[in-house]
């Protein structure tokens, strides 16, 4: 098994930055990659990022050189730096880790964006 515990979430106003965090514990062993997902109000749970155990990183247009997501596997942390936030990335933002058998998922925590 896999716990998960993001933190981060805020208020902040359209153009800000906030950065989230990830902690990873008990069979981080498992873990084959990380990633971030987001689900606003009326709307489906959409990736946001991800990151492989190699290191190797995705993101979709949406937020592409805007999000970068990191890792820390000394510390079992993720991390998302959010910058240039736009009032339609306000979501829940929710850390994910997969393994060969198993998708693990933490509480969410809430990002709102004001115009």
């Known amino acids: 098994q896999v716990q998960l515990v993001e933190s981060g979430g805020g208020l902040v106003q359209a153009g800000g930055s906030l950065r989230l965090s990830c902690a990873a514990s008990?069979?981080?062993?498992?873990?084959?990659?990380m990633g971030w997902f987001r689900q606003a109000p009326g709307k489906q749970r959409e990736q946001v990022a991800a990151i492989t155990s190699g290191g190797s990183t995705n993101y979709p247009d949406s937020v592409k050189g805007r999000f970068t997501i990191s890792r820390d596997n000394a510390r079992n942390m993720v991390y998302l730096q959010m910058n240039s936030l736009k009032p339609e990335d306000t979501a829940v933002y929710y850390c994910a880790a997969r393994s060969s058998t198993d998708d693990y998922w933490g509480q969410g925590t809430q990002v709102t964006v004001s115009s």
């Open positions: 008990g069979s981080i062993f498992s873990i084959d990659a």
